[in-house]
Nanobody, 121 residues
Framework: QVQLVESGGGLVQAGGSLRLSCAASGVIFGIDGMGWYRQAPGKQREWVAGITSGGGTNYRDSVKGRFTISRDNAKNMVYLQMNSLKPEDTAVYYC???????????????WGQGTQVTVSS
């Protein structure tokens, strides 16, 4: 069984920074794409940033230049460095990853349980 566990959320003032981490654990034979999503109260979950196994990155427009996604393939971890935070970044942030749990299997998508990020004005 694969688990994704996020950490690093919290309360920060506007303009501040936070660094989210997500650790994948369990029987893992490889991780393809990894990413971060967020869900604000009363809104649908939205994609924030993604990173390929080769390190290629992509961001939603509203976080470009402020957020940076990275990964450590040796540790099965993905990170989200969030700078210049705004109140509209307030949400529960979820880690997502495509994981291979059997050497010859296809990748299966997994979600973390989420970590709360609150940005005060």
């Amino acid at each position: 069984q694969v688990q994704l566990v996020e950490s690093g959320g919290g309360l920060v003032q506007a303009g501040g920074s936070l660094r989210l981490s997500c650790a994948a654990s369990g029987v893992i034979f490889g991780i393809d794409g990894m990413g971060w999503y967020r869900q604000a109260p009363g809104k649908q979950r939205e994609w924030v940033a993604g990173i390929t196994s080769g390190g290629g990155t992509n961001y939603r427009d509203s976080v470009k230049g402020r957020f940076t996604i990275s990964r450590d393939n040796a540790k099965n971890m993905v990170y989200l460095q969030m700078n210049s935070l705004k109140p509209e970044d307030t949400a529960v942030y979820y880690c997502n990853a495509d994981v291979r749990v059997i050497p010859t299997s296809r990748y299966t998508n997994y979600w973390g349980q989420g970590t709360q990020v609150t940005v005060s004005s």
